[in-house]
Structures are given as structure tokens and as C-alpha cells.
């Protein structure tokens, strides 16, 4: 049983940028597969954060306080380039108040646990990644609704301190049940409850967007490629300034790899359901184009990071070669 687990787990996360395509694709056309998922949105994003918190260890928590410098950089990237894109893309373009509100709450966002994933692809510094994802996602309950009241109060009134109180129970309660679960579950029996957790966060992650695209199918296709392209461009700019502000830094190619994936790769799931507590259903759009979008321009990121790790290993083993 766990091995077919195990390999239906594995088989999720090689294809999962394919069957988040294959989500919005069937959810357009098919919108009844996922209006369920519409009124669960909330209790699903807590799903994720719950397994989120059970692959956590101690290390992922004293890595911080063993690499401050790296992990200040990071997480100041995180919420500083992410969110002021955002709310340059939005002037610059004049979008209208849902989606003005929409791109800043998608920026606001701590980073995602599929950033994890692709610093590994990319043969970056995965613990760092971990401790990021980790540092930004705590810092979530005050950090987003400040951002979201000081860039998108123009738009909409924003109660920070209630917005404050549902990130804590959507992300902070889930995250320490899950490291309270883990104590309990033990290292034994860890990695046969993490093949689980995979397909149950890949199902909350699928099912949340999918119910989104439901909602919102004809708006999407209305605002067509522009608004693809504006959250390709803002993704874009938050690969490029984090890669930038990593190497001004004077970071390690690894690492500057790792801060370029993890400020570029938001928590789609957390603004989109946000979204659906506070706002009108078009505020949730950019974020689901934006869980598409991250994937894909992640992976392809992270493919050419890894060329330019395995090609530098290359050099620098031949160079020692000469030496000898």
C-alpha cells in the first residue's frame, strides 16, 4: 500500500506544473467539478500548511539563528521587491480596484512551499530555501496585512487586525499542529506520512484554484493575455531584483539562486483564499493566473540554474585537474 503511496506521491510532484494546467484548463470548462471547493477554501489552505508544519524540524528553526545574514537577506527581498512590483504594475498599468487589490495581495504573500521544490531542482540551497519559506511564512500574520493596508487602502478598507486574526488561524495554527503532529508521529514513521501529506496539499492546492477558475472563468478570459503577462512580468521582476540584490550581497551562486526562486515563487493559495474572506471574486484572479504562471516559470528557472551550477562544478573540477 505505501509503496503505491510513495509512487503516486512522486508521480504528483514531477507532473504537478501539468496537472495545475490541467486544473484551470478543466475547471473552465467543467466549472461544476469544483464550485465545492469554493466554500472550503479556507479549511484546505489550512490542510496545506498543516503538512507544511509536519515536514518542519528543529534544524529548519536553529538554521536561522546559524545563518541570520542570509536569511535577513532573503525575507527583507521577500517583502520589500514582491509587494512594491506589485504596486508599481498596478499604477503603471492603471488596473481597476479588484485587481489593483488583487496583484498587491499576491505580492504582499510569504513565499511558497513549491520554491522548496524548485531550489532543489535548481540545485540551490535547499536548507536555506526551507529556512525562508519558513521565516517569511511566520512573519506572515503581521507582514500581509500591513502591506495590504498600506499599498492597497486606496482601494478597499482593510481591518488589519482581522486580517491579521485569519492568517494566524489559516496558517500559524495549522503550521503549529503540524509541528505538534510530528512530535508525536516520531521520525519512524515521518516519511510514510509525508507521501500522504503530498497528495493531500496537491489535492487543497489543485481544488482551491480550481474553484477560483470556476468562479471566475469569463472574467479570466475576458482580460485575456494581459493579465497573464502582468503576473509573468511581476514574477519576472521578483527572479531578476532577488537574484540582484543576492549578488550585490555578495551571496554564493547557490544561494543567490535559492533567493531568486524564493522571492519570485508567492503562496498563491494564501491570497486566493484571502480573497475569498475579504474581498469581491475578482481579487482572487491574479493569484490563481499566478499559481500557472509560478510553476511554469519556475521550473524552467530552475533548469537553467541547474545547467549553470552543473556547468561551473564542471569548470572547477577541470581547473583542479590542471592543478594537479
Given at each position: 500500500?505505501?509503496?503505491?503511496?510513495?509512487?503516486?506521491?512522486?508521480?504528483?510532484?514531477?507532473?504537478?506544473?501539468?496537472?495545475?494546467?490541467?486544473?484551470?484548463?478543466?475547471?473552465?470548462?467543467?466549472?461544476?467539478?469544483?464550485?465545492?471547493?469554493?466554500?472550503?477554501?479556507?479549511?484546505?489552505?489550512?490542510?496545506?500548511?498543516?503538512?507544511?508544519?509536519?515536514?518542519?524540524?528543529?534544524?529548519?528553526?536553529?538554521?536561522?539563528?546559524?545563518?541570520?545574514?542570509?536569511?535577513?537577506?532573503?525575507?527583507?527581498?521577500?517583502?520589500?521587491?514582491?509587494?512594491?512590483?506589485?504596486?508599481?504594475?498596478?499604477?503603471?498599468?492603471?488596473?481597476?480596484?479588484?485587481?489593483?487589490?488583487?496583484?498587491?495581495?499576491?505580492?504582499?504573500?510569504?513565499?511558497?512551499?513549491?520554491?522548496?521544490?524548485?531550489?532543489?531542482?535548481?540545485?540551490?540551497?535547499?536548507?536555506?530555501?526551507?529556512?525562508?519559506?519558513?521565516?517569511?511564512?511566520?512573519?506572515?500574520?503581521?507582514?500581509?496585512?500591513?502591506?495590504?493596508?498600506?499599498?492597497?487602502?486606496?482601494?478597499?478598507?482593510?481591518?488589519?487586525?482581522?486580517?491579521?486574526?485569519?492568517?494566524?488561524?489559516?496558517?500559524?495554527?495549522?503550521?503549529?499542529?503540524?509541528?505538534?503532529?510530528?512530535?508525536?508521529?516520531?521520525?519512524?514513521?515521518?516519511?510514510?506520512?509525508?507521501?500522504?501529506?503530498?497528495?493531500?496539499?496537491?489535492?487543497?492546492?489543485?481544488?482551491?484554484?480550481?474553484?477560483?477558475?470556476?468562479?471566475?472563468?469569463?472574467?479570466?478570459?475576458?482580460?485575456?493575455?494581459?493579465?497573464?503577462?502582468?503576473?509573468?512580468?511581476?514574477?519576472?521582476?521578483?527572479?531578476?531584483?532577488?537574484?540582484?540584490?543576492?549578488?550585490?550581497?555578495?551571496?554564493?551562486?547557490?544561494?543567490?539562486?535559492?533567493?531568486?526562486?524564493?522571492?519570485?515563487?508567492?503562496?498563491?493559495?494564501?491570497?486566493?483564499?484571502?480573497?475569498?474572506?475579504?474581498?469581491?471574486?475578482?481579487?482572487?484572479?491574479?493569484?490563481?493566473?499566478?499559481?500557472?504562471?509560478?510553476?511554469v516559470t519556475g521550473s524552467l528557472l530552475a533548469s537553467v540554474f541547474a545547467s549553470r551550477t552543473q556547468e561551473e562544478t564542471v569548470e572547477e573540477t577541470a581547473a583542479v585537474s590542471l592543478g594537479d
Amino acid at each position: 500500500m505505501m509503496n503505491v503511496v510513495g509512487k503516486v506521491s512522486g508521480w504528483v510532484g514531477k507532473y504537478l506544473t501539468y496537472l495545475v494546467l490541467l486544473t484551470i484548463v478543466s475547471a473552465y470548462f467543467v466549472p461544476e467539478m469544483y464550485l465545492w471547493a469554493v466554500k472550503h477554501t479556507v479549511w484546505m489552505l489550512g490542510v496545506v500548511m498543516f503538512g507544511m508544519g509536519m515536514t518542519l524540524h528543529t534544524s529548519d528553526f536553529q538554521r536561522v539563528l546559524k545563518r541570520p545574514r542570509e536569511v535577513l537577506i532573503g525575507t527583507v527581498c521577500q517583502y520589500t521587491i514582491m509587494p512594491l512590483a506589485a504596486y508599481a504594475l498596478v499604477r503603471v498599468f492603471h488596473l481597476n480596484a479588484d485587481l489593483a487589490v488583487g496583484m498587491v495581495l499576491l505580492g504582499s504573500c510569504p513565499g511558497g512551499t513549491a520554491s522548496n521544490v524548485m531550489s532543489f531542482l535548481a540545485k540551490g540551497d535547499v536548507p536555506l530555501s526551507v529556512s525562508l519559506t519558513t521565516v517569511s511564512t511566520l512573519m506572515a500574520p503581521v507582514m500581509l496585512p500591513f502591506l495590504v493596508w498600506a499599498l492597497a487602502g486606496e482601494w478597499v478598507t482593510v481591518s488589519f487586525f482581522a486580517m491579521a486574526m485569519t492568517v494566524v488561524k489559516v496558517i500559524l495554527v495549522p503550521l503549529v499542529l503540524g509541528l505538534m503532529a510530528h512530535r508525536v508521529v516520531g521520525e519512524a514513521h515521518l516519511d510514510d506520512c509525508k507521501k500522504f501529506l503530498v497528495l493531500l496539499s496537491a489535492f487543497s492546492v489543485l481544488s482551491i484554484l480550481g474553484g477560483v477558475v470556476a468562479v471566475n472563468g469569463p472574467r479570466i478570459v475576458s482580460y485575456g493575455g494581459f493579465l497573464v503577462a502582468l503576473v509573468l512580468l511581476h514574477s519576472v521582476l521578483g527572479y531578476g531584483l532577488g537574484y540582484l540584490a543576492a549578488s550585490l550581497l555578495g551571496m554564493g551562486q547557490r544561494q543567490r539562486h535559492t533567493v531568486s526562486i524564493e522571492v519570485g515563487m508567492q503562496n498563491d493559495a494564501l491570497a486566493i483564499s484571502l480573497a475569498a474572506v475579504y474581498f469581491n471574486p475578482l481579487v482572487a484572479v491574479p493569484a490563481a493566473i499566478g499559481a500557472a504562471v509560478h510553476q511554469v516559470t519556475g521550473s524552467l528557472l530552475a533548469s537553467v540554474f541547474a545547467s549553470r551550477t552543473q556547468e561551473e562544478t564542471v569548470e572547477e573540477t577541470a581547473a583542479v585537474s590542471l592543478g594537479d
